[in-house]
């Protein structure tokens, strides 16, 4: 690659990913967003890399003060030693009084524009962090005079050899595009809040002038000490190559119902009502799954997570004094404190990290609730399957209804991109509630068509005879 498209890492590790290695070098990036999104926080962490790596960085700050800076840092447990901090009010330079040829404003902010570019020349500094662009652009009397300023402070920070970060709040009432059209690199930052739980963050790079970048939305969260971005997923960038498994339920009479095992990349929906026997029959895969040696990862939105551990020790023939095999990764799932993006990021690195076979969603429900603002789960799912397909790894996905499937409405929809379902539900015999099972889709070799009882015991599951929907005194009819 040619030198001025190399790139410098934003400490970042996920967000080197999403920019394909970095900003570009000895360029001009606008970070922009509303307050409160965390470019100063951004800024800031990629200054304390670019000190880690021996280089020279100049914090400017328009806005903030010294002292904020560091409290902002202390905040993340984080030391700014090493970083330069100038701190640059707009107010008009000495000698300029009232009688001049230019505006107040004209002389402001060309002063301004002035000051900053001699900072960062007389510091010879690498990385430069400019804070924020929206007290420059209150000195400009109009559009086009900001944008003449705007090039001009580019084209001087660019011959100083930095590379830079403009941090702008975006405040302005109408929406103007100078700043973006000036820089080389934009990223936007974004905070959208839920009508329950925690705001949703995420970002966006809106150009790179001259480098690739994976395009989109992107899920992020800041934490004490670290950002967290969350790449979204491209299943088609994803493939390995793993010895093809198949997983047997060990339920007898469930696998000659359902024609075999569940082989390598299929995708499973186990559909009922709440009750019903869903998870239970899901934690027989996984049973035998790590009894096998493969690693298992369950996500589960609904379930306390130590009743879903006391549940998988007694079905593992564990006593309460042993802990859970470590190829077993339970993962307790807060649908008002996650986003879209976090959660696929929580499934990958299972299967990148841990080599995960088998992935089990409990329940889809739950996890429709955390992106309904984005009204796309079929199209997230479908690249989530595709993905753990190309990975060799099998999923089932738990969905809660108590009607006829209706694959119009979601996350009944889900079974039509879904290679295999599986409906269990509740019939009335007598005066007794009993449960039943069948296999309403296969899409890989054939299977049972009988519907017959299903009971839970202390051992897990028992199939019993046919049930008969003509006279099972009052049993709904199961569709497909």
């Not at 890492?9 to 900003?23: C, I």
Request: charged residues 25%.
């Amino acid at each position: 690659m040619s030198q001025e498209l190399s790139r410098v890492a934003t400490g970042v590790p996920e967000l080197d990913a999403v920019l394909r290695g970095g900003m570009l070098r000895n360029r001009i990036h606008l970070i922009e967003g509303r307050p409160g999104t965390g470019k100063t926080t951004l800024g800031l962490r990629y200054l304390m890399h670019g000190i880690a790596k021996g280089e020279t960085c100049l914090y400017v700050t328009l806005s903030e003060t010294r002292q904020e800076l560091h409290a902002t840092a202390a905040n993340h447990g984080w030391s700014l030693a090493g970083i330069c901090i100038e701190e640059l009010l707009p107010l008009p330079p000495e000698g300029v009084q009232g009688q001049t040829i230019l505006l107040p404003t004209d002389s402001e902010l060309s002063a301004l524009v002035d000051r900053i570019s001699d900072l960062v020349i007389s510091a010879d500094a690498d990385h430069v962090v400019v804070d924020s662009m929206v007290e420059i652009r209150l000195l400009a009397r109009d559009s086009a005079h900001y944008r003449r300023q705007i090039i001009e402070l580019r084209q001087r920070l660019s011959s100083a050899g930095a590379t830079v970060l403009l941090l702008d709040d975006l405040t302005s009432d109408g929406r103007e595009f100078e700043l973006q059209s000036a820089v080389h690199g934009v990223l936007t930052l974004e905070q959208i809040e839920r009508s329950f739980g925690a705001a949703r963050r995420r970002m966006r790079v809106v150009k790179m002038r001259g480098g690739d970048f994976q395009s989109g939305w992107h899920d992020y969260a800041i934490l004490t000490g670290e950002i967290l971005v969350f790449p979204s997923l491209i299943a088609q960038e994803h493939h390995r190559d793993e010895p093809e498994i198949h997983a047997l339920s060990h339920v007898d009479g469930f696998d000659r119902m359902f024609g075999g095992p569940m082989s390598t990349g299929s995708s499973t929906m186990l559909i009922g009502p709440s009750g019903v026997g869903k998870s239970t029959l899901a934690l027989q895969y996984a049973l035998s799954m790590v009894r096998a040696g493969h690693h298992v990862g369950y996500f589960t939105f609904d379930e306390d997570e130590s009743t879903l551990r006391s549940r998988i020790v007694g079905h593992m023939g564990l006593d309460e004094r042993t802990r859970q095999p470590r190829n077993f990764h339970l993962n307790r799932i807060n649908p008002s404190r996650i986003s879209p993006g976090e959660f696929i990021w929580k499934v990958r690195r299972l299967v990148e990290d841990q080599n995960a076979r088998l992935v089990i969603v409990d329940s889809i429900n739950s996890y429709l609730d955390v992106i309904r603002e984005e009204k796309s789960l079929l199209l997230q799912m479908n690249e989530l399957f595709s993905y753990l397909a190309n990975m060799n790894v099998m999923s089932i996905i738990i969905g809660a209804h108590s009607a006829g499937l209706d694959t119009s409405k979601e996350p009944d929809a889900l079974s039509i991109i879904t290679d295999n379902i599986i409906s269990l539900r509740y019939f009335e015999r007598g005066t007794a509630v009993h449960k039943a099972v069948c296999v309403l889709k296969k899409r890989h070799g054939p299977h049972s068509h009988e519907i017959r009882s299903f009971r839970l015991t202390d051992d897990g599951v028992e199939i019993g005879a046919p049930v008969d929907p003509g006279g099972n005194g009052g049993a709904l009819p199961i569709e497909s």
